[in-house]
């Protein structure tokens, strides 16, 4: 499979890690929009929000649970940051393993571009 993402849950290309377990991988962005930027993301590839099902709701509950625990641990909880899920193009997805930007350390405006 020539995904990006699952490359780098098999090491084969390098990432600054947050955290991993045997379900997730939390790990900074390379192009960071805001002061904080990391991405979670299941180790198993799913392509798209629009390729879940309801088996996969306890993996995919992870990923807030995952972000709010870092976001957490880099002093963010309370003032507070934004989480993301781009689908398909319209959304802004360029990657497609399905993934939570978590952006921090400054105000986020609404609605986004
Ligand atoms: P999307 O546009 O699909 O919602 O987000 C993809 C994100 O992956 C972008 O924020 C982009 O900067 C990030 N990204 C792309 N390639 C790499 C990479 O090789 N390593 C890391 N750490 N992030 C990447
Ligand atoms: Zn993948």
Not at 52 to 69: F, M, N, S, W, Y
Not at 92 to 106: A, F
Request: with cysteine.
């Amino acid at each position: 499979m020539d995904c990006l993402f699952c490359k780098l849950v098999n090491g084969d290309i390098p990432a600054k890690i947050l955290y991993q377990d045997d379900d997730v991988i939390a790990f900074e962005d390379i192009a960071p929009q805001a002061p904080t930027h990391f991405l979670v993301i299941p180790k198993r590839h799913i392509s798209t929000l629009n390729d879940l099902t309801i088996e996969d709701a306890a993996l995919v509950g992870k990923l807030p649970i995952t972000a709010a625990k870092i976001a957490k641990e880099k002093g963010l909880s309370d003032d507070g940051y934004r989480v993301v899920m781009n689908c398909n193009e319209m959304g802004g997805q360029t990657v497609y393993h399905i993934h939570m930007h978590v952006l921090g350390g400054r105000a986020m405006t609404w609605p986004p571009g």
